[in-house]
């Protein structure tokens, strides 16, 4: 890559940011970041649940599959650090059909190692998940507990992490696990059975003449929502951390507070001005009762603190599919 001049007139190399699942949800905004500080941003991604709408001016973008070692090979050179996000991230989609999830979770995975391997790519951030602790008891969870993943995809996260950390301890890759808690924002996808649940809530609300939201289970099971830009907040310090305080580790990535869907859909209804009881159906199979994260390690290693609490990012949320919906110019 050509070198380039400071104001000062000093030679220096822009570093190149990769990031897999750029097209999706969390993809696109660490891309937004990345560019709006004026980071060089490759994005690579298939558009199986994302969109190239998606994807913010300024990346260089390039659609491909995990798949395909060849093209994650190529991808990977004159590459400086990897936000790896490409995913199928919906745990029912993972108890339903488990084998789509598997190759793009763990083989891709496997694909996006060797391909950073080959290129000598110096560190590699992958998107893990809170999902891997399953039901065990003891809250608030710490990376230290065993994990006990119950569906296969927080078993594909899970082997995914595994592999990051082999290839830190025999190649001295810099390769940083972070469990995301069950995030939440704009651009997430809200028109799929496999949405997360506040993005098809939110869609759900502002559609009343469509189907109406139901709640799986009792609505009691809770999760520790995380808005979206508490990631890329996370991921942004976990770039700039020294070696020695990240690699090979593992941290949670949430806000250390615990909401019930009951009262999530009270919020929800409130900001959205809905009025109807939400209906109740069986509780999901292979789901996770509750979720909630000790951050102390990420805050420790990296000073992550969250930015946005859960009721602001909720009203943020809200405002943006308002805004989407109503304008009818997003595809949701
Ligand atoms: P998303 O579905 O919006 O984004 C994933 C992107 O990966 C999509 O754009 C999709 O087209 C792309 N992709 C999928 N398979 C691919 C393949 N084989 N090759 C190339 N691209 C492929 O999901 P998201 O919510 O942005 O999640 C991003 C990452 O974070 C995922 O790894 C997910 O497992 C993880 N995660 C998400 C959450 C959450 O609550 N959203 C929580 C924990 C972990
Ligand atoms: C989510 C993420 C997953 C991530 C995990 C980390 C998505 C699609 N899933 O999984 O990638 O690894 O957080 O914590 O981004 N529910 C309803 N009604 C609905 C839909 C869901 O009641 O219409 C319930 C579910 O049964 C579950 C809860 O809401 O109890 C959360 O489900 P969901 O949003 O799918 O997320 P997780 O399974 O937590």
């Not at 991230?89 to 083989?107: A, G, I, Q, T």
């Not at 972070?178 to 651009?187: A, D, Q, T």
């Not at 799929?192 to 502002?206: C, D």
């Amino acid at each position: 890559m050509a070198p380039e001049a400071d104001r000062r007139g000093k030679l220096f190399r822009l570093a190149t940011y990769l990031i897999t699942g750029v097209a999706g949800f969390v993809g696109s905004h660490i891309a937004e970041a990345l560019i709006a500080r004026g980071d060089r941003v490759l994005g690579f991604d298939n558009l199986s649940t994302g969109k190239r709408e998606n994807v913010p001016k300024g990346v260089d973008f390039i659609v491909g599959d995990l798949a395909d070692a060849s093209a994650v090979e190529r991808v990977c050179l004159g590459v400086d650090a990897i936000f790896h996000l490409a995913a199928l991230p919906s745990v029912p989609r993972s108890v339903k059909n488990p084998r789509p999830s598997h190759v793009s979770n763990l083989d891709g995975t496997f694909n996006l190692l060797e391909g950073a391997r080959a290129a000598g790519v110096g560190r590699v951030l992958y998107a893990s998940s809170s999902s891997v602790y399953g039901n065990q008891p003891g809250f608030p969870r710490v990376e230290t507990m065993l994990p006990q993943p119950i569906a296969p995809y927080p078993a594909q996260k899970l082997a995914g992490e595994t592999y990051m950390q082999s290839y830190a301890r025999v190649y001295g890759m810099e390769t940083v696990c972070l469990r995301y808690f069950n995030i939440f924002g704009p651009r997430q996808r809200a028109d799929s059975p496999y949405s997360g649940v506040l993005a098809k809530f939110a869609l759900q609300m502002m559609r009343p003449d469509q189907e109406r939201p139901t709640i799986q289970g009792d609505g009691e099971q809770g999760r520790d929502f995380t808005y979206v830009d508490n990631v890329v907040s996370a991921n942004l310090l976990a770039l700039a951390a020294p070696a020695e305080k990240v690699a090979g580790q593992v941290f949670n990535v949430a806000c250390g507070e615990h909401h019930t869907l009951n009262e999530a859909y009270k919020l929800l209804a409130r900001y959205t001005g809905y009025n109807e009881p939400p209906l109740y159906s069986e509780p999901r199979a292979g789901d996770v009762r509750n979720s909630l994260a000790d951050i102390g390690a990420a805050r420790e290693a990296f000073g992550y603190e969250p930015l946005i609490d859960f009721s602001e990012g909720l009203r943020r949320t809200v405002s943006w599919f308002r805004e989407h919906f109503e304008a009818s110019t997003h595809k949701l």
